[in-house]
């Protein structure tokens, strides 16, 4: 598989399973890499067996494995026989980047540490992910997003109150690993250039969610104030968030001192009232600015009040479902939803790369593949390799 892009040339060996490296080497995937996904033989990757919902004539194929798998190839290795070893030995020679989340030591034990994998290719950027950090008094402890949302802090601050814990609708805590992880091989693979050499790069489950701890870390660490679940409204800033109209929901976020003063008068509220006159005064008077919107706003409709709000420029939406996003046609003009042929399913529809690339007026596009089937590319890669099927 080749595709000019950004990645052009970079080939990435991909030992990681679930959905914290798969959704590294996915974003790689996007920039135009070629990715090379090592599956155990006759399982596979976790999340093939991760449903329902599974899909196919005879619901063998896992939605959740579709999700984090574009643009790869698969090939099945035994990396605890003499011949997987010697797969990922050349198949090491020949790449650029090495993605692995499995527990702290697993890789030695197979006989690929860090330095050995340094020592065949000192050119390889490794990104190692761990749940909890690969030193410290918990490395080496197992890691899922469930837990992590809960220890790095994120269930105490989301759900509708502090007595209901909360996890985020997607597994964050896997995709921003990932994602930070694909940001520390590009800088890596930046800075290969000027050295030659490549680099280890380590994340975890746990310093993923930390990295986008933002206002509420510094309003603990430096502010001595604990964030607390506060449901669909905002702690410092207001009004900013889920109101109701007469006829549903619709959210508002009020983030700027000049939309209050248009915001207020066309709603009934006098904007330099002492109460209300600043962001700080509204956030100390929410329980009673909050009720004093919903009553204010249970004169329109849903749409009739998104009209108003849009019309004088406040920042306004409703909740959608998952149907109503992936059928609305800005989401389809932003290319976030690709065709793709799978093999067994013919033609699906997948959630689409977040980053467009341009030069000047023109668009690069790669070309997008189905997530492969378990092996799909074992005789290609092996020949490519030099190998015998
Ligand atoms: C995901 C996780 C919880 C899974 O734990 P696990 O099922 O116990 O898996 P491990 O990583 O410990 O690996 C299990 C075994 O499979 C073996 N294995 C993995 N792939 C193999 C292959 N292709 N061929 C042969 N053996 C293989 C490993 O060698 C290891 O064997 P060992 O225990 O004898 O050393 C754990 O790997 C982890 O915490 N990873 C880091 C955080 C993370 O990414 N979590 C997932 C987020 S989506």
New binding site residues.
Partial sequence: MTSAGPLDGVTVVDLTR????PHAGMMLGDMGARVIK???PGKGDDTRGWGPPFVGPNEEIATYYLSCNRNKESIT????SDD?KQVLTKLIEKSDVLLE???TG?LD??GFSMEQIQEINPRMVILS???FGHDGPQTGR????QIAQGEAGLMSMTGPNPQTPTKVGV?IA?LL?GMYGAYGVVSALYERERTGRGKVIRTS?LASVIGVHAFQGTRWTVGKDLPKAEGAFHPSVSPYGLFSSADGLVQIAVGAESQWQKFAPAFGFEPNDPAYATNGDRVRNNAQLIPAINQAFSAYSTPDLLAKLNELGIPCGEVKDLQQVYEWDQVRSQGLVIDVEHPVLGQIELPGPPLRMFDGESEWKREHTAPPELGADNDAVRAWLGLDA
């Fill in positions: 679930a959905l914290a490296g090592v599956e155990t290795l035994d990396l605890k997987g989340n499995f527990r697993v034990r197979l992910i761990t749940g197992a890691g899922y997003d597994p896997d690993s489950l």
